[in-house]
């Protein structure tokens, strides 16, 4: 780790890899002997390029982009593009890793990669976001392809940049592929990819609940973030009466004990120049706590009491003090919808709290699964309809939550679900990579 210190969220990554998948290395020499982790860690392909652009101003702008292809032995590289000025190598490996696992745990044919780029959409016109993304496809068009990497959305990359994304492959390859998920329905899309994650990871709530004699109807739930996953999650929520109190973006926190007002965030988030705080003008019982106002190593979020918290924005915005506060709180359940929000120290105290903790890798495999049955539609050149999508992904949400659950009882750790991910993920790729030879 000292020789590499840009890399502190990959190495964050693998550590709870290994030290979850320990119990299956101690038992299986042939993991050593195969190099099995030695290999796991290393990307088989990592690309890097410049991406050229021109603003409005007609000034040349220049950024960094990324494709990480991390592990093909379960299917074509697949998993997100995301544009946020805080990316860098150590972000898009880290999720990459854990995309392999993920995607590993679904069950479905798919490996594992993740890319984006240091942009930052916010602030940009749209004829900037499309000459963006235009200049990013000038170069990822050459490693992708629908039997080689399908890339999906991530955090800034929703619809509209999939459609300029597709729409210059289209041109430079002179084909119709579905190369790329999250893509219009009209040309290509499946319905319900968008809400995907955010519902998936109720169900996976759910699922856990109920396992554990507890029900999702009336709990009280806390949920970052007010992007993609975080508003489908609330939106899943209140459909199956739970009252979600918070959402948050990168300005500050927003609550409201009476429930959030899911499409006041909607306008609210639409508009450019809004903000949350915003909210307060029409309910005037609802308080907006600004960044700058969190409590220190904390996020405002996760400090009002709650039954279930639903973390949803981004990585390491749940640490140890915020997890102490959700205990105190008396809150029964953690379900990750973004990648790795939970710290080491955070997670630690909740497992050892008892507290119910549903790992990213299971909780938001969601939408990664939806892509799939994108994929799936592209390829017999068929359109689903949103119940039979729904229906897929329930069980699909159901089958990675028995999947985790047994494997934690199957090493000694029963409820474990991060143990049990990691280890169900790990073993099916792991076996793959030793019957696909040395490669
Ligand atoms: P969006 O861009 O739609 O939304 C992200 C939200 O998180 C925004 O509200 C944003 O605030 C907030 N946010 C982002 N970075 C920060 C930060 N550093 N500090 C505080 N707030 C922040 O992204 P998604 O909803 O798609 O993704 C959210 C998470 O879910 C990510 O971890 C992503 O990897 C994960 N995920 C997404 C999937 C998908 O299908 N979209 C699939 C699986 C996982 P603001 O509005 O101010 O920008």
């Given at each position: 780790?000292q020789?590499s210190?840009?890399?502190?969220?990959?190495?964050?990554a693998?550590e709870e890899?290994l030290s979850?998948?320990?119990?299956?290395l101690?038992h299986n020499d042939?993991?050593?002997?195969?190099?099995?982790i030695?290999r796991?860690?290393?990307?088989?392909r990592?690309?890097?390029?410049?991406?050229?652009w021109v603003?409005?101003?007609?000034?040349?702008?220049?950024n960094?982009?990324?494709?990480?292809e991390?592990?093909?032995a379960?299917?074509?590289y697949k998993?997100g593009?995301r544009f946020?000025p805080?990316?860098?190598a150590?972000?898009?490996?880290f999720?990459?890793?854990e995309q392999?696992?993920?995607?590993?745990?679904?069950g479905?044919a798919l490996?594992?990669?993740?890319?984006g780029?240091?942009?930052d959409p916010?602030?940009?016109?749209?004829?900037e976001i499309m000459?963006?993304?235009?200049a990013?496809?000038?170069e990822?068009?050459?490693?992708?392809g629908?039997?080689?990497?399908?890339?999906?959305g991530?955090?800034?990359?929703?619809?509209r940049e999939?459609g300029?994304l597709f729409?210059?492959?289209?041109?430079l390859v002179?084909?119709?592929?579905?190369?790329?998920?999250g893509?219009k329905r009209?040309w290509?899309?499946s319905?319900m990819?968008?809400?995907a994650?955010g519902y998936g990871c109720?169900?996976?709530?759910?699922?856990?609940l109920e396992?554990?004699k507890?029900?999702?109807?009336?709990?009280?739930?806390l949920v970052?973030?007010?992007g993609?996953v975080?508003?489908h999650a609330?939106e899943?929520?209140q459909e199956?009466g739970?009252i979600p109190?918070?959402?948050s973006?990168?300005?500050g926190?927003l609550?409201?004990?009476?429930?959030?007002?899911?499409?006041c965030?909607?306008?609210l988030?639409?508009q450019?120049?809004a903000s949350l705080?915003?909210?307060?003008?029409?309910?005037s019982?609802a308080?907006f706590?600004?960044?700058?106002e969190y409590?220190?190593?904390g996020?405002a979020?996760w400090h009002?009491?709650?039954d279930?918290?639903?973390?949803c924005?981004t990585?390491?915005?749940?640490?140890?003090?915020?997890?102490?506060a959700?205990?105190?709180?008396?809150?029964?359940?953690?379900i990750?919808g973004a990648n790795?929000?939970?710290t080491?120290a955070?997670?630690e105290?909740?497992?050892?709290?008892?507290v119910l903790?549903a790992?990213?890798?299971?909780?938001?495999?969601?939408?990664?699964a939806?892509?799939q049955?994108?994929m799936?539609q592209n390829?017999?050149?068929?359109h689903?309809?949103f119940e039979e999508?729904?229906?897929r992904?329930k069980?699909?949400?159901?089958?990675?939550y028995?999947?985790?659950?047994?494997a934690?009882?199957?090493?000694d750790?029963?409820?474990?679900l991060?143990?049990g991910?990691?280890?169900a993920?790990?073993?099916?790729?792991?076996?793959?990579?030793?019957e696909?030879?040395?490669v």
């Open positions: 780790q020789s210190p840009a890399q502190t969220e990959f190495y964050q693998v890899v979850s998948i320990a119990p299956i101690e042939r993991y050593h002997h195969h190099a099995i030695e796991m860690v290393e990307p088989e990592q690309i890097m390029f410049r991406v050229a603003d409005d101003r007609g000034q040349v702008q220049v960094k982009g990324y494709r990480v991390f592990n093909s379960l299917g074509p998993g593009l946020h805080s990316v860098n150590s972000i898009i490996k999720l990459g890793f392999v696992f993920k995607n590993a745990l679904t479905l490996g594992g990669a993740k890319g780029a240091n942009f916010k602030g940009k016109s749209d004829g000459r963006f993304c235009q990013y496809m000038n990822l068009y050459r490693h992708i629908p039997t080689t990497d399908v890339p999906a991530d955090i800034g990359v929703g619809s999939i300029y729409g210059q492959y289209k041109k002179n084909r119709f592929d579905g190369v790329l998920t893509k009209d290509g899309g319905l990819r968008t809400e994650t109720v169900y996976l709530a759910q699922y856990m396992d554990n507890e029900r999702l109807e009336g709990k009280v739930c970052s973030g007010a993609n975080a508003l609330i899943k929520l199956l739970a109190v918070t959402c973006d990168s300005q926190t609550y409201h004990k009476d429930g959030i007002d899911l499409s965030v909607r306008t988030k639409a450019p120049d705080a915003d909210y307060l003008t029409t309910h019982n308080r706590i600004p960044r700058d409590p220190a190593d996020n979020v009002f009491p709650a279930l918290a639903f973390p924005a990585q390491n915005e749940l640490s140890a003090t915020d997890a102490k959700l205990i105190n709180n008396g809150c029964k359940a953690v990750e790795m929000p939970c080491k955070a997670i105290q909740l497992l050892k709290a008892k903790y790992p990213g890798k299971a909780a938001n495999a969601g939408g990664v939806t892509s049955l994108e799936a390829a017999s050149m068929q689903w309809s999508v729904d229906e992904l069980v699909i949400m159901c089958n990675i028995q999947s985790a659950h047994n934690a009882a199957e090493f750790q029963p409820g474990n991060m143990l991910s990691n280890i993920g790990f073993r099916r790729v792991a076996d793959a990579m030793i696909q030879g040395v």
